[in-house]
Nanobody
Framework: QVHLVESGGGVVQVGDSLRLTCAAS??????????MAWFRQAPGEEREFVAA????????YYADAVKGRFTISRNTGENTVDLQMNSLKPEDTAVYSC????????????????WGQGTQVTVSS
């Protein structure tokens, strides 16, 4: 079983930074083939891919909308995944959720096996 808990959301101004953390509680371990990802969902919109990281080798993947502004990282010793968000824009406003896919990289939310409850990020102009 995997339990994911996000933290770090809040209300910020345009151009500010915010760091989200996803803590994973796992019975057993997270396999190196797994991928941890962040998705976001704005009101009235579908959930969209933001960033992902391969648990074993640490390769990182980003959506075009956040490339150069967001950085995903992981701590395999503490089973956490962070999303550092810089130069935030109003269009970054959404509920951000972390997810785990044991099969590998995927950009579709439906491929992910486990989800956190989400944390709200609001960017005010």
């Amino acid at each position: 079983q995997v339990h994911l808990v996000e933290s770090g959301g809040g209300v910020v101004q345009v151009g500010d930074s915010l760091r989200l953390t996803c803590a994973a509680s796992v019975s057993g371990r997270i396999y190196s083939s797994s991928v941890m990802a962040w998705f976001r969902q704005a009101p009235g919109e579908e959930r969209e891919f933001v960033a992902a990281i391969r648990w074993g080798v640490g390769n990182r993947y980003y959506a075009d909308a956040v490339k150069g502004r967001f950085t995903i990282s992981r701590n395999t010793g503490e089973n956490t995944v962070d999303l550092q968000m810089n130069s935030l824009k109003p269009e970054d406003t959404a509920v951000y959720s972390c997810a785990l896919n044991r099969q590998g990289l995927a950009y579709s939310a439906k491929e992910y096996d486990y989800w956190g409850q989400g944390t709200q990020v609001t960017v005010s102009s």
